[in-house]
């Protein structure tokens, strides 16, 4: 069973900066392909960025694509996701999956542990 724990969420203005960290329990984390998906109220869950294992391969959303960089760190067993340029509607729960698997995935229905989530709120 893999444990995830986001952190970094907070209240920033338009035009900020955050940066999310998700730390991970298994020691097996270069094992593992790793997502963020966020949900704001009353939306669905949606995709925002994902790496492969090794981290040489990463995927964004059209929204979020220029502004927003995922990276990792195995050694720490960590994933983070540096949001720059935010808007109001980047506000919502930011969530990390993880999958055993060397490719990443673009739906959340693919990925078998999520973190408990972190609020993100850009105000205008």
């Known amino acids: 069973q893999v444990q995830l724990v986001e952190s970094g969420g907070g209240l920033v203005q338009a035009g900020g900066s955050l940066r999310l960290s998700c730390a991970a329990s298994?020691?097996?984390?270069?094992?593992?392909?790793m997502g963020w998906f966020r949900q704001a109220p009353e939306k669905e869950r949606e995709f925002v960025a994902a790496i492969n294992w090794s981290g040489d391969d990463t995927g964004y959303s059209v929204s979020v694509k220029g502004r927003f960089t995922i990276s990792r760190d195995n050694a720490k067993n960590t994933v983070y996701l540096q949001m720059s340029s935010l808007k109001p509607e980047d506000t919502a729960v930011y969530y990390c999956?993880?999958?055993?698997?060397?490719?990443?995935?673009?739906?959340?229905?693919?990925?078998?542990?999520w973190g408990q989530g972190t609020q993100v709120t850009v105000s205008s």
């Open positions: 298994e020691r097996t984390f270069r094992n593992y392909a």
């Open positions: 999956a993880a999958r055993q698997s060397r490719s990443f995935y673009y739906t959340h229905n693919e990925y078998d542990y």
